[in-house]
C-alpha cells in the first residue's frame, strides 16, 4: 500500500505553502477560485482523502450527524428517518445515512465509520446491539465527547445503567397487549397472531392479554413467520385452514396486516364481518387501503423528533444526567375491526 496523501505533499507537488493548501480545501474566500480551484483538482489527481477524524480531534465541528437505520423497508423507520433529517434540516444540520440491514455487525462497521468521518455524534434508529459489545462500543464512542441517543424497544432499562447513552423507547409489549385487550373486549377469542420469532416483546404483550381474560394459550394461533418467508397469501390460507377459524387476525406491522387483509378479500372473507384484522405502526399503507386498518400508533414522528432533541441536549450540555424518554403507543379503531360475528362457535361459548 502506497504512502497516503497529505496536505504537504499536496503544497509541494502546488509549490505552495500548506496553509494555503488548507484553505483550498475548506473552500475559504481567503483563497482565489483559480488557486483553490487548481489545489482541489489536484487534491483529487493524487488521491488525497481528508483526515475527518483529525479535524474533529481538533475541536471543529463538522454539523453532520451519523443515522443508523436498521432497513428501510418498514414505513415505521421511514417515518422516523423523516422525522430526523427534518429536525436536523431544521438546526443547519446535515446526516451520514447508514442502514445495516438488521446485521450486528453491519451496525458495528458503519458506526465507526461514520465517527471516522467525523459525524459529531449518532442517533441511532434501533438498538440491534443488545451484547456486551454493544456497551462497549457505544461508551467508547461516547467518550470523545460524542452524543448518542437510542430508539430502542427494549422494556428493561436496567440493561443500559452502565451506557453512556440517552434513550426513547416505545413499549411494544403494552402495545400488544392493549391491541389485544381491545379485540378480546370485542368478544374474539381465538385470535391468531402474526409475528417474526424474535418478536419476544410483542409476544410477551399478546399472552399477558389472553392470561389476564383467562384465555388459555393455543400455541398454534402464534403464527412465526417462517425463513425463508412464504408470502402473506400462504400464511393467510394456514390460518384459515385452523379449527375452530379464527375470528381475528393481529399482524406484526400495519403492512402485514395489509397483505393479510388483501388475501381475505381474494378469498371471499369479509373484514371485519366475518375476520376482523389489526395491524401496529400506523403507517400511511394502513390507511390507503378500502378497508382502514385498526391499529397502534407507535409515533414514529415524536421518536424521529425526540431523539433529535435529545442529542442537541447532551451536546450543549455535556454534563447533564443521562435522559430516558417514553412514547406511549395509542390505540387508533379503524374499519378493519368489529364484535366477533354471532355466528361463530367460539363467541357463542363465551
Not at 483526515?51 to 474533529?56: E, I, K, L, S, T
Not at 432499562?157 to 389485544?180: F, I, N, P, S, W
Not at 400455541?219 to 417462517?226: C, D, N, T, Y
Not at 406511549?328 to 357463542?348: E, G, M, V
Amino acid at each position: 500500500m502506497g504512502k497516503k496523501v497529505n496536505i504537504v505533499d499536496i503544497a509541494r507537488e502546488a509549490n505552495v505553502n500548506y496553509s494555503t493548501v488548507s484553505l483550498a480545501l475548506n473552500n475559504s474566500p481567503k483563497v482565489s477560485c483559480e488557486t483553490g480551484k487548481r489545489i482541489r483538482e489536484l487534491a483529487c489527481k493524487m488521491g488525497y482523502q481528508p483526515n475527518y477524524m483529525a479535524r474533529a480531534l481538533k475541536g471543529q465541528k463538522s454539523f453532520m450527524v451519523g443515522i443508523q437505520m436498521p432497513t428501510l423497508r418498514d414505513p415505521f423507520f421511514i417515518d422516523m428517518l423523516v422525522a430526523i433529517e427534518s429536525e436536523l434540516s431544521e438546526r443547519k444540520h446535515s446526516c451520514l445515512l447508514s442502514v445495516s440491514g438488521w446485521s450486528a455487525d453491519e451496525e458495528k462497521a458503519s458506526l465507526d465509520e461514520m465517527i471516522n468521518r467525523a459525524a459529531d455524534g449518532l442517533i441511532i434508529g434501533y438498538d440491534i446491539l443488545t451484547t456486551g459489545l454493544a456497551k462497549k462500543k457505544y461508551n467508547e464512542i461516547a467518550s470523545l465527547n460524542k452524543p448518542i441517543a437510542l430508539y430502542t424497544e427494549c422494556n428493561c432499562l436496567d440493561y443500559y445503567l452502565d451506557v453512556d447513552v440517552d434513550l426513547v423507547r416505545c413499549d411494544l409489549t403494552d402495545a400488544c397487549y392493549r391491541m389485544t385487550r381491545y379485540l378480546i373486549e370485542l368478544g374474539h377469542t381465538r385470535i391468531a397472531f402474526i409475528l417474526p420469532e424474535t418478536a419476544n416483546t410483542k409476544r410477551a404483550g399478546y399472552r399477558k392479554a389472553l392470561k389476564e381474560h383467562g384465555i388459555s394459550l393455543d400455541p398454534a394461533l402464534e403464527v412465526e413467520l417462517p425463513r425463508p418467508h412464504i408470502g402473506f397469501p400462504k400464511l393467510t390460507d394456514q390460518i384459515l385452514e385452523m379449527r375452530p377459524r379464527p375470528t381475528a387476525i393481529f399482524a406484526y406491522n400495519d403492512q402485514s396486516a395489509v397483505e393479510v387483509l388483501r388475501r381475505l378479500q381474494e378469498r371471499g372473507i369479509r373484514t371485519p364481518e366475518e375476520i376482523s384484522v389489526v395491524g401496529i405502526n400506523n403507517n400511511l399503507v394502513g390507511q390507503m387501503e378500502k378497508i382502514k386498518i385498526t391499529t397502534m400508533s407507535l409515533h414514529a414522528d415524536v421518536i424521529g423528533k425526540t431523539l433529535v432533541e435529545m442529542f442537541f441536549q447532551r451536546q450543549f450540555k455535556p454534563d447533564i444526567p443521562r435522559q430516558h424518554k417514553s412514547i406511549n403507543a395509542q390505540l387508533i379503531p379503524r374499519d378493519s375491526t368489529a364484535p366477533c360475528p354471532a355466528q361463530s362457535k367460539d363467541c357463542a361459548a363465551q
